[in-house]
Nanobody, 125 residues
């Protein structure tokens, strides 16, 4: 079992930066991939970024490549999403998720079985 708590969301102007964090508890966190997803009002939950179990491999949605960076600290059971050059279309609730089956980074939402409660990110134009 893994519990996840996100933090770091807020209101920022376009072009600004935010750093989201996700604190995990549970023994299996360090063995599996972690991902960030986001959901805008009235839309489906979409993949943003993923990192493999030891942090050496990452994958990103095309819409955030070059602007967002995912990282993890297994010793502290923390995952981060550094978001730079934010755009109004990045406005969404951001969720941290952990897989219980995949060790490699994956964009497949069905591979993620533990979810945080989400943190709101609002980017004003």
């Amino acid at each position: 079992q893994v519990q996840l708590v996100e933090a770091g969301g807020g209101l920022v102007q376009a072009g600004g930066s935010l750093r989201l964090s996700c604190a995990a508890s549970g023994r299996t966190f360090t063995s599996f991939a972690v991902g960030w997803f986001r959901q805008a009002p009235g839309k489906e939950r979409d993949f943003v970024a993923s990192i493999n179990w030891f942090g050496g491999v990452t994958t990103y949605a095309d819409s955030v490549k070059g602007r967002f960076t995912i990282s993890r600290d297994n010793a502290r059971k923390m995952v981060y999403l550094q978001m730079d050059s934010l755009k109004p279309e990045d406005t969404a609730v951001f969720y941290c998720a952990v897989s219980s089956t995949a060790a490699q980074a994956t964009a497949d939402i069905d591979e993620y079985h533990y979810w945080g409660q989400g943190t709101q990110v609002t980017v004003s134009s």
